[in-house]
């Protein structure tokens, strides 16, 4: 389906030769499935990570034809390492969680917005073709008006929101002050295989896969009624390579399924692909979640040709079925990204499963 998308429309600016991306980020949930998919086209991948929430195992497969450099993004010498002879840049390294944000402001800060500086200062210098740069949906914060269009003003409610949109704003003074092409992808509930299940802050689709498939139950926050605008990881993979390929520099795009789905009805739809009751706990809604989130994908199927491939029933369907691969008893796992075992995860006397609301 991605190399449908990317058959059609302009001449690719990376074609005519391979071309070389770097990927912060690149062994984390999102960046370990865009290198995986570079590595296919037969492009060259440098990975920087600090592997904080990312792994090794994420890259494992792919072998030595992916470039790791071990270092942190806020650290100008390791970003002109990772950057040198870089055609493309992907920016994906962050502290992601927004409960982590509420306790951890500073640090939080400090990842998503210094380290954007510093990614970009270095794309700058290493004279980059294009920056793109993974933002978030909660840039719109409790904005009422749905579904969430890219003009409509932000208004973050958690740290983490108020880093992603520094983030972003500095994306676009570098691009339009200092020559920088960078695009932001505002990005919303990505899903999928080697999402990290085992996290204190970890996302609801792993956690409520993981619950499920060993008996434990998860969390709910709040009535369960609050939307989330679920999107397949191969998705967000595609949208990134379009990205690169025809993003307008300077620009913003909403990237997702373009469909509201709520937590009980997540919730239903993994209990029957995993073949569990579809019961759940329920607890307060937390601070900095908000209720809605719906896009409208609507610029990025105009200008980036994106058109995602893969619904969440169909992404959901896929990832139970990786999970369950993964952790079955006595096979060790296999693809990249380890899950905890049974006895590791929810369930009687396991971390408790919880939900991003
Ligand atoms: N997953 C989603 O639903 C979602 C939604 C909106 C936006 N995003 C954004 O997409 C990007 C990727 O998210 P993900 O879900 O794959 O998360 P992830 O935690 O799996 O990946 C983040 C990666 O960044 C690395 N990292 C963190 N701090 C670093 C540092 N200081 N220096 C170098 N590397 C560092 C981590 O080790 C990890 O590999 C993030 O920017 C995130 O904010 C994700």
Known sequence: ???????????????????????????????????????????????LDDLSSGRRENLAPLGERVQVVLGDVRDPAACAEAVRGADF???????????????????????????????????????????????????YGDSAVSPKVETLPPNPLSPYAASKLAAEGLAQAWARSLGVPTIAL???????????????????????????????????????KQTRDF???????????????????????????????TVLDLLGMIAKAAGAKARAERQPARPGDILHSHADVAKARKELGFAPSVDVAEGIRRTVEWYRRETRPGVAPAGPATVAGPSAMAGPGGPQPTIEG
């Open 1 to 47: 389906m991605i190399a449908r998308a990317l058959a059609r429309g302009a001449p690719r600016p990376y074609r005519s030769a391979v071309a070389r991306f770097l990927v912060t980020g690149g062994a984390g949930f999102i960046g370990s499935h865009v290198v995986e998919y570079l590595l296919r086209l037969r492009e060259q991948v440098v990975v």
């Open 89 to 139: 840049v992907l920016h994906l390294a962050a502290l992601t969680s927004v409960p982590r944000s509420v306790a951890e402001p500073a640090a939080t800060f400090d990842v998503n917005a210094t380290g954007t500086l510093r990614v970009l200062e270095a794309a700058r210098a290493a004279k980059a073709k294009r920056v793109v740069l993974a933002s978030s949906s909660s840039v």
């Open 186 to 224: 505002r990005f919303f509930n990505v899903f999928g295989p080697r999402q990290d299940p085992k996290s204190q802050y970890a996302a609801v689709v792993p956690r409520f896969v993981t619950a499920m498939l060993s008996g434990g139950t998860p969390i709910v926050y709040g009535d369960g």
């Open 231 to 261: 999107t397949y990881v191969e998705n967000a993979v595609q949208a990134l390579v379009l990205a690169v390929r025809q993003g307008v520099p300077g620009s913003v795009y909403n990237v997702a399924g373009g469909k509201a789905t």
